[in-house]
């Protein structure tokens, strides 16, 4: 691989991992469609690349996120046993399912997330009671409060629908495995709908758990051969540098306008994801 390519998959992981990193999607749910269809590269192995972006942007974005207290780790912990568990499913289903059902597959997810995020236009910043707090949320401790630079205080929240939102996350690694996508995509949409937390702490949570489901899929891939080191390396290293800036960037937009950009960028992507299931290519023909 040449040096200019090298700097191509730098510079397209840094500008993907910073957008995924402010959404707390990781870079994964970008860098799959841009290196498959601007790259041309199969899509095993752009998702063995971007299984190792998404635990290279998971690491670099987490920071920011605990020293600003909007990543709730108690919830993240919990949930994330059901993700992992997941996500070792969708390992051992990977190589039975066909690249165009992989690509529809996607697109039907991508969509069904930006329908429901749209659903849900605004996060509660009314006060909470202790009335709402629900059994498992006090007894584990997961209700929580985030500060808010855009609203200029503190927002408290409780955690709902526990069970639910174990379920929701173990589809979420599942599919993460699968398309390799990170599972953040997903992770918000449930952590918004089903457990009713604020987008930032959704956000900032998922960021915090997806690098563990990647990890956990990880090793499979690289067995596979489907995670090649000259593709891997730029991305994992832009991927941090944009992990970096995004999450910096998350602390200080306002969550309606985050919310809005979340919705614009699941329905681009579906539509790309949906022609790429049909076999149409609106940037030419692999090279």
């Known amino acids: 691989m040449d040096t200019g390519h090298a700097l191509w998959l730098f510079a397209m992981s840094l500008g993907a991992s910073a957008l ?44 920011p996120f605990l020293r600003g207290r909007l990543t709730n780790v108690r919830l993240a912990i919990v949930l994330e046993t059901a993700t992992t568990l ?30 429901q995020m749209l659903a849900r236009r605004s996060d509660p910043v009314v006060a909470v009671t202790a009335a709402s707090t629900t059994p498992w949320g006090a007894s584990l401790r997961l209700d929580s409060r985030y500060p808010d630079h855009a609203l200029g ?7 709902h629908r ?6 929701l996350m173990y589809g979420a690694g599942l599919i993460s495995a699968l398309l390799g996508i990170g599972s953040g995509v997903l992770k918000i ?12 702490v959704s956000s900032a949570t998922s960021n915090f758990m997806i690098g563990v489901t990647a990890a ?29 800036l995004g999450a910096r960037v998350l602390m200080r937009v306002s969550s309606d306008k985050l919310r809005v950009l979340f919705v614009f960028v699941l329905a681009v992507l579906a539509v790309q994801m949906l022609l790429e299931a049909f076999g149409i290519r609106l940037f030419g023909a692999p090279a």
């Open 216 to 244: 956990a899929s990880a090793g499979a891939y690289f067995l596979r051969g489907e995670i090649v080191t000259v593709i891997a390396a730029p991305v994992a290293l832009g991927s941090v540098v944009g992990a970096i």
């Open 162 to 167: 526990i069970g639910l939102g174990m379920v």
């Open 20 to 63: 995924g990193g402010m959404l707390g999607m990781a870079s994964g749910i970008f860098i799959v469609p841009i290196l498959t269809v601007f790259g041309h590269i199969d899509i095993h192995v752009a998702i063995g690349a971007s299984i190792v972006s998404v635990i290279a942007c998971s690491c670099g974005g987490a920071a």
């Open 153 to 159: 205080r503190e927002i408290e929240y409780r955690v």
């Open 189 to 200: 949409p449930a952590m918004d709908m089903a457990l009713r937390l604020p987008i930032k």
């Open 86 to 115: 997941g996500a070792l499913s969708g390992v051992v289903m990977s190589g039975l399912i066909p690249v165009p059902l992989l690509y529809f597959i996607f697109a039907v997810i991508l969509m069904l997330s930006a329908q």
